[in-house]
């Protein structure tokens, strides 16, 4: 039998020189692929066509296959993510097993006990793999067997909450519940978890790709012991029921850590329940994967390169204004510089980061952790949010006295920041001097690169729409969602931020001293070369990343 290297090497994929590593040893041939893998020398994709033809086994590309449902529901869902295998389908009385090692023969074996058949192995690229089994083998079905179960052992239905002691990880409905519903959020690549009480359910939400989906629902007697359960898991007080409270937790996923911001909300039906899932990988990016417009990077690049001055980004809630910060704090930050982030609360953890979490219960609110922070010595200086007159001050004097200065605002363009901070009793020349730029962003559901099409749009639609048009006069080539099993038929998948950087030049600082209003100042940004969110956001629909639809939703 042919090694996996030959089989590459014949088909044009890996040197002729790869030769000189072909031993005959099926663990060192392996390792050699991975090496070569991992140097971008050849695919996973490829790889597994190759092993698929080393072994006499068909290759399946599972991102276009259409998976048969009914053969997947005929294994336990524990089975298929323990050993990461999927039914695709059935061959006469045999099973069609996906599998990314098809030489695992404790994993057939598992099967064929479980489904009392034969399974005939098929091979497919491992990242498609565990894609499929999230999108294939969900916990919907498993939440509702949990339901019903709880109901049936007579949960309780008064208004007190489960005791402390009584919440044991052998309280298997209500525990078991409460992870399938965070690790199904965490497959489905949720933002936030919606638990809410009604009159007569509890409802649950995700939001996803910045839209809320209907879930799951549940009687409203298991109510109080799974808001009761989320509640411990987050370190808030359970007794507590007549005003809101924050917490956090962390969950284990993949291997992986996941935070989760946790906030409840009385209501007239009970406690509703919201958690954020942290995306922790933002304090890791390099700020290139922020997609921003060769323009706008450039712009951006020159403010957050400075010694000293302010840095502000804007908008709503959900806008991704915490990942744009962390991304640039991870490109300022060396150890060679003293950083210092203050936050309500702490969302991402960074190494060689010092960050203090706002406790305003002890005294310790933005305003005075920022004056203790300015006397430890810091080069750069995060605060979470600028709230309240004190704490703009205190920023805006430390960006006037060597330290760079990031933060967040809550305004709806860049231009509105320096009219907000003059609203905030800021001396308007002081707005002027410190800030250095100003990015505005919101987010837009990102197309499905396997399935989007392009069209040609109406060209008096585009020319009142103000949508740059073609250098000949016409319509140029757009991009509109299809839908697909990558993308759950939604057409979209992921989301890519749209933003609106300005740069704090002469004219915009003798406009801020002048008080002029946020309409004079975004006229003098655009004239300095300012893109609105909407021109940022064509560019963008131009280069085919989001949809007219999709821009014209999240930017007014």
């Not at 890791?284 to 417009?293: E, I």
């Amino acid at each position: 039998m042919a090694s996996l290297s030959e089989i590459l090497i014949i088909r044009g994929l890996m040197p002729i020189t790869s030769l000189d590593q072909v031993t005959g040893d099926p663990a060192r041939d392996d390792a050699h692929v991975r090496e070569l893998v991992e140097g971008g020398v050849v695919t996973e994709s490829q790889v597994a066509s190759a092993r698929a033809a080393q072994l006499g086994l068909p290759f399946v590309d599972l991102t276009d296959y259409p998976v048969d449902r009914a053969a997947v529901a005929l294994v336990p869902v524990a089975l298929l993510r323990r050993h990461e295998v999927l039914p695709i389908g059935r061959d006469g009385d045999r099973l069609l097993l996906a599998m990314a090692d098809p030489r695992d023969v404790l994993a057939l074996d598992d099967i064929r006990a479980a489904v009392k058949m034969q399974a005939r192995p098929v091979v497919a690229e491992r990242g498609d793999l565990m894609a499929a089994l999230d999108r294939f083998v969900r916990s919907d079905g498993e939440l509702s067997e949990l339901t019903v179960a709880m109901v049936e052992e007579n949960a309780p239905t008064s208004n007190d909450l489960v005791p402390v002691a009584e919440q044991t990880e052998d309280d298997a409905p209500i525990v078991r519940f409460v992870n399938l519903l965070i690790s199904q959020a965490i497959q489905d690549h949720a933002s936030d978890i919606h638990i809410e009480p009604g009159e007569h359910q509890l409802d649950v939400r995700y939001r996803i790709d910045g839209v809320l989906h209907e879930m799951q629902s549940a009687p409203k007697s298991i109510q109080n012991g799974v808001i009761s359960r989320l509640k411990i898991m987050s370190d808030i007080d359970i007794a507590e029921r007549r005003k809101p409270q924050d917490g956090r937790m962390s969950v284990v996923h993949g291997g992986s850590r996941i935070d989760l911001r946790v906030a409840t909300l009385p209501t007239v039906h009970g406690e509703k329940v919201v958690m954020r899932i942290l995306d922790n990988t933002a304090s890791s990016r390099n700020v290139s994967d922020l997609h921003m417009l060769e323009h706008n990077f450039a712009a951006f690049q020159a403010s957050y390169r400075k010694p000293h001055g302010m840095i502000l980004v804007t908008g709503p809630t959900g806008s991704g204004k915490s990942t744009t910060l962390y991304t640039t704090l991870h490109a300022v930050a060396k150890r060679e510089i003293n950083v210092i982030t203050v936050e309500d609360p702490v969302e991402m953890r960074m190494k060689g980061i010092n960050q203090v979490q706002v406790n305003p219960k002890a005294g310790l609110t933005f305003a005075s952790a920022l004056r203790s922070i300015l006397r430890s010595d810091p080069d750069v200086v995060l605060i979470g949010e600028i709230r309240d007159q004190e704490t703009a001050q205190i920023a805006i004097e430390a960006s006037l006295t060597g330290h760079l200065v990031l933060s967040t605002l809550h305004t709806n363009s860049a231009p509105a920041a320096i009219t907000r901070l003059i609203e905030m009793d800021i001396e308007p020349f002081l707005v002027g001097s410190a800030l250095e730029s100003v990015v505005a962003q919101r987010l837009a559901r990102r197309l499905c690169d396997r399935c989007k099409e392009g069209y040609q749009h109406d060209a008096g639609d585009l020319q009142r729409l103000a949508f740059p048009m073609a250098p000949d006069g016409g319509s140029p080539l757009l991009f509109r969602p299809v839908g697909c099993v990558a993308c759950s038929n939604t057409g979209y998948r992921g989301r890519i931020a749209l933003h609106e950087v300005m740069v704090v030049n002469e004219e915009i600082e003798r406009l801020a001293v002048a008080r002029a209003s946020s309409a004079e100042i975004t006229r003098a940004a655009i004239a300095g070369g300012m893109l609105t969110l909407r021109q940022d956001g064509w560019a963008k629909v131009a280069l085919g990343y989001t949809s007219i639809e999709e821009v014209l939703r999240v930017v007014a």
